[in-house]
């Protein structure tokens, strides 16, 4: 099942972006979702996870204090909320998600959506 990212444009630095990941069906029998991210030239890499049956999330060092990751079991929905954006945040945004307990590797992560592409200029 194809899941649906959305939310990404440009952006100034300082600004703020909201990202969706929108799943079809009910999301109960999966573990957790994640968004990663790949920066032009560079390797994906882990932002964020929130577990689905109790919200519980993890943040990227380099993302603490700015973006913030949370749910909507009604619409079966993730968010990644991107503050105070810096031009090294420009990358192309996966979200993903797992039945089992995972970490930052992306290869742990069973279900990727397209990516939608975030640009910082400076």
């Known amino acids: 099942v194809q899941l649906q990212a959305s939310g990404g444009g440009l952006v100034q630095t300082g600004g703020s972006l909201r990202l969706s990941c929108a799943t079809p069906e009910r999301t109960f029998s999966w573990y957790q979702m994640g968004w990663f991210r790949q920066p032009p030239g560079k390797e994906r890499e882990f932002v964020a996870s929130?577990?689905?049956?109790?919200?519980?999330?993890r943040l990227a060092d380099s993302v603490k204090g700015r973006f913030t990751i949370s749910r909507d079991a009604v619409k079966n929905t993730v968010y990644l909320q991107m503050n105070s954006l810096k031009p090294e945040d420009t990358a192309i945004y996966y979200c993903?998600?797992?039945?089992?307990?995972?970490?930052?590797?992306?290869?742990?992560?069973?279900?990727w959506g397209q990516g939608t592409l975030v640009t910082v200029s400076s």
């Open positions: 993903a998600r797992t039945m089992r307990v995972a970490g930052v590797d992306p290869g742990e992560y069973s279900n």
């Open positions: 929130i577990r689905f049956r109790d919200a519980k999330s």
